[in-house]
């Protein structure tokens, strides 16, 4: 066994750390081979119920947990870090406008990504979860100008499950019998999951998901709407947000980041949008179709675009550009 590596979880005495830390712990992400630190940050008046997550780590007697170490601060937290998840954010209360919401998170994104360009190191690994996932990442990294902007990304790995296990439920096949959906743009209810590229396995043959399914009004209506409220209709249904799945998907995304994509699939996830060949703003942080090799990642190029995509995708484009705005203005003042 290697040297261990430090991973930082934030919001780390909420519900989905409490879904993820065991499947990190135990070594479903960085492999049965990778000893690790676990560094455990919450604001101060967690402290207590983020001692009882540190006790049942303790308890879980994993081997490859080195160390657990529960902080309130920036200085502890982000110091010489391997990976940071930045689950923790300002959630929406009722009642308050996403304006509110964007000023409350830009404070805590531009102090958490100043921590990163003093503490952590310059290879780290950056995953945003915490809401909104790609304006938070992005000022993170605007607010870390030492780490490079690739090293930063942000989730909608659970809307492109989400995408796959619908397809899948559709055709009576398996999620793993689903690959290549794409989610473009903002982990919103923008976004727009795409399957014009996706490909499903049905009785050993490989078809594409429209050829597969034969309802393009189900694939262009019902299931693109079912994607995107996903999440409203779980916390509907619980009284709470998704945890479980929320905490699948980042595993999802950091073990790909850190093992890389399998050949011939690729996957989604927020990413700067710099030099992509989509039409896409340059400087957002906007979900592409990615492939991962030696932990840096690469757009996938090439993909035809037909007119009912592009709409969407420029739909998504243009209020990741509005939160900007908003966002930088806070930015200065924050």
Not at 31 to 38: A, C, D, M, N, R
Not at 250 to 256: A, T
């Amino acid at each position: 066994m290697g040297e261990p590596i430090r991973v930082l979880v934030t919001g780390a005495a909420g519900q989905i750390a409490y879904s993820l830390l065991y499947s990190i712990a135990k070594g479903d992400v960085f492999g049965k081979e990778q000893p690790l630190v676990l560094v455990l940050l919450d604001i101060t008046p967690m402290m207590t119920v983020l001692e009882g997550v540190v006790m049942e780590l303790q308890d879980c007697a994993l081997p490859l947990l080195r160390e657990v170490i529960p902080t309130d601060k920036e200085e502890v937290a982000f110091k010489d870090l391997d990976i940071a998840i930045l689950v923790g954010s300002m959630p929406r209360r009722e009642g308050m406008e996403r304006k509110d919401l964007l000023k409350a998170n830009v404070k805590i994104f531009k102090s958490q990504g100043a921590a990163l360009d003093k503490y952590a190191k310059k290879t780290v690994k950056v995953v945003v979860v915490g809401n909104p996932a790609n304006t938070n990442c992005l000022i993170a990294s605007k607010s870390a100008p030492s780490i490079p902007k690739e090293n930063f990304s942000c989730l909608t790995r659970l809307d492109h499950n989400r995408a796959k296990s619908q397809i899948a439920l559709k055709l009576g096949v398996t999620a793993n019998d689903v690959k290549n959906v794409i989610i473009w743009g903002n982990h919103s209810s923008t976004q727009y999951p795409d399957v014009n590229h996706a490909k499903v396995n049905v009785k050993g043959k490989e078809v594409g998901v429209y050829e597969a399914i034969k309802d393009d009004s189900w694939l262009k209506g019902d299931f693109i709407l079912t994607v995107q409220q996903r999440g409203a209709a779980v916390i509907k249904a619980r009284k709470l947000s998704s945890a479980m799945s929320a905490a699948k998907a980042i595993c999802d995304h950091v073990r790909d980041i850190w093992f890389g994509t399998p050949a011939g699939e690729f996957v989604s996830m927020g990413v700067i949008s710099d030099g992509n060949s989509y039409g896409v703003p340059e400087d957002l942080l906007y979900s592409f179709p990615v492939v991962i090799k030696d932990k840096a990642w690469k757009f996938v190029e090439g993909l035809p675009i037909n007119d009912f995509s592009r709409e969407k995708m420029d739909l998504t484009a243009k209020e990741l550009t509005e939160e900007k705005e908003t966002a930088v203005e806070f930015l200065s003042s924050a």
